[in-house]
């Protein structure tokens, strides 16, 4: 059974099937901040809607990384690197794009198996 939770119109910012678990794209609250902030407030958040299905980023499978700026590769990197499970890495891709709104420097979505 699919469970979509945080849902509109739209979309939902979290779904939920069998093991697996998806976030939408996660985007910064205060797109006032740089980079690192930005990428500090989108893992907070991943964080938080992981919990709400019991999941912890040990059980990361995989993220998807957009930047509007891709030279801000290294100063998203740290960040990650901070927060990322080293021992249970997901597999990962970061690109540049353009994204909804000019402030919003990162994006990441992530999928992840329930424990």
Known sequence: MIQRQYSNQRMSQLVSFGNLVWTAGQVAKDPSQDVAGQTCQILAQIDA?????????????????????????????????????RENAPVRACVESRLARPELLVEIQIIAAKA
């Open 49 to 85: 809607l992981l919990a709400d299905t019991g999941v912890h980023k040990s059980n990361l499978i995989s993220a998807n990384i957009w930047l509007s700026d891709i030279r801000q590769f290294a100063q998203m990197n740290e960040v990650w690197d901070a927060w990322v499970d």
